[in-house]
Structures are given as structure tokens and as C-alpha cells.
């Protein structure tokens, strides 16, 4: 009984595995030139693999919040994942059916309207670039966004039946509709159109 114990003691030991050497003419005479692996093996602690003592889970200490981040992680759980390049993106003004006659439809400038929802992914991926033309077009175009969700008689009023899309109006009428996340260059040309030069 005592010979099988220590047989089981010596098999759970450590094992050395060495690691593989470079072969510089590639030529199978130079990969058997090194120690064969059994007589490697057969070495207690060469030291070419570290010691497996279990699984340790780290602690990390709570990040004191920087002044960039701080308003961006209020109410979020320790431990989720915060997109550092949140506070970048320049925000677009909401229009709801209150607001949709003084914002939308008596505006002077020519206005975009981009219709969203807040489940909807390509919505996210055209928010950038909406805001981006908000400010290149600053005191040319007026940029707003209006949540479908929110604002349905709206949407049923324009016929919207997917999101996102864009609306360009010019003195209170509707002139151009583009459909789906659309690259930047094609916003550009259907704002081009409208824009006093």
C-alpha cells in the first residue's frame, strides 16, 4: 500500500517539458543534434515551465474615476465595460411632437431629421456622422433626432416604417428621404443640395 502511495506521489510532480529549439539549416541531421525528450523529461525543475500551484483570482483595487469619465460612469456596476470614447461623440438635439412645429417646420434653415430608436444598431452607427454634419454645417443646417418610440404619431405622419431615416426639410416641406445607415458622403450630397452657398 505504501509503494502505491508514493508511485501516485511521484506521477502528480512536477513536469519540465522543454521548450522547442530553433532550427537554423532546417535539415532533420540539426533537430536530432538535441538531448532526446525522455532524458529532458526526466529532470526535476530545469526551470523552462513555472510550477502549477492552482488558480488565483486577483483582486483589483477600485480606479479612482478621472475627470474625463466621471460622468460617464455614474450608475454603472464595478466591472462594466465603459467605452472611454463615449464623451466624444457630439450630442444632437431631440425633437418630440412637442417641440416638432418651433424646431422643425417654422425653422429658417434647412433642417435634418434622423428617426430612431434606441434598439436599433444602425441608428448608433449613423449618430457619429449625424453629429459630425451638425457641426461642419453649423448655422447652415439644423441636425435633430427624434425617438420613433416615443414621437409614433410623428413617424406614422412622415410614413416611417424603417430606422433609421433621414428627413431633410426646407421652409416647413419635406425634401429628400434617405434610408438606412447610409455613408457620410451620401448625407453630404443630399445636404448639398439645400444649403444656401
Not at 66 to 81: D, H, I, M, N, Q
Not at 100 to 126: K, N, T, Y
Not at 180 to 196: D, M, Q, R, Y
Request: glycine share 8%; charged share 20%.
Amino acid at each position: 500500500m505504501a509503494a502505491a502511495t508514493v508511485a501516485a506521489a511521484a506521477v502528480l510532480e512536477p513536469l519540465a517539458v522543454p521548450l522547442p529549439r530553433p532550427v537554423l539549416g532546417g535539415s532533420s541531421a540539426s533537430r536530432a543534434a538535441g538531448p532526446p525528450v525522455s532524458a529532458s523529461l526526466g529532470r526535476r525543475r530545469t526551470g523552462l515551465l513555472p510550477e502549477f500551484r492552482g488558480l488565483r483570482i486577483a483582486r483589483r483595487p477600485p480606479r479612482a474615476p478621472s475627470a474625463a469619465s466621471s460622468g460617464t460612469e455614474k450608475g454603472l456596476r464595478r466591472g462594466s465595460v465603459v467605452c472611454e470614447a463615449q464623451g466624444t461623440a457630439i450630442e444632437v438635439p431631440e425633437v418630440t411632437k412637442s417641440t416638432w412645429q418651433s424646431l422643425v417646420m417654422e425653422c429658417d434653415i434647412p433642417v435634418l431629421v434622423e428617426f430612431w430608436a434606441p434598439w436599433c444598431g444602425p441608428c448608433r452607427m449613423i449618430h457619429p456622422i449625424i453629429g459630425k454634419l451638425s457641426k461642419v454645417y453649423d448655422g447652415k443646417l439644423k441636425c435633430l433626432n427624434l425617438n420613433t418610440d416615443e414621437n409614433q404619431e410623428i413617424a406614422t405622419k412622415y410614413g416611417i416604417r424603417s430606422i433609421p431615416t433621414i428627413m431633410i426639410f426646407k421652409n416647413g416641406e419635406k425634401k429628400e428621404t434617405i434610408v438606412g445607415a447610409v455613408p457620410e458622403s451620401t448625407l453630404i450630397t443630399c445636404i448639398e443640395k439645400f444649403i444656401e452657398k
